[in-house]
């Protein structure tokens, strides 16, 4: 892990790591289960993954079995719509902070879908954590 971790970059949170920011793709945003937005400056100085060590650790966790390849990663701040606390009157009373992590998308495979008679799902999005390198969670969305 530690030959995965890299120091900030030279040019600062304005070199590679803030250019490695793109917007999700429209049916994952609508999704509804996370929010991904772009990072701070003081979040950009926590992150230690490179985006290409983001994608190896994709590949190499979850791309073994198939010839997967990477066709999106984007970093920014990840927060789980689950984790967001709302109050007895439905207001929204606690949202965790972002997380830097990268979102990376790979397909190359076919995955069953989860219900029966749905189409089968033709990418992976895994999230991994952009200060620590671990894999925070996936889910299939076409």
């Given at each position: 892990m530690a030959a995965l971790l890299s120091?900030?970059?030279?040019s600062g949170?304005?070199?590679?790591?803030?250019?490695?920011?793109?917007?999700?793709?429209?049916?994952?945003a609508a999704f509804g289960q996370l929010q991904f937005t772009r990072l701070s400056d003081s979040q950009l100085s926590q992150v230690r993954i490179t985006p290409t060590a983001a994608a190896?650790?994709?590949?190499?966790?979850f791309g073994t079995m198939e010839p997967w390849r990477v066709v999106f990663e984007s970093l920014g701040g990840y927060?789980?719509?689950?984790?967001?606390?709302?109050?007895?009157?439905?207001?929204?009373s606690l949202i965790p902070k972002a997380v830097p992590s990268y979102i990376v998308r790979i397909t190359g495979g076919t995955m069953s879908p989860l219900a029966p008679?749905?189409?089968?799902?033709?990418?992976?999005?895994?999230?991994?954590?952009a200060t620590t390198g671990r894999v925070v969670g996936s889910f299939t969305y076409d």
């Open positions: 120091a900030t970059s030279s949170p304005s070199g590679v790591y803030r250019d490695a920011f793109r917007a999700l793709p429209r049916g994952m190896r650790i994709v590949t190499d966790q927060v789980n719509d689950e984790q967001i606390i709302h109050d007895w009157v439905g207001t929204t008679g749905n189409t089968p799902n033709r990418y992976l999005n895994v999230i991994v954590n």
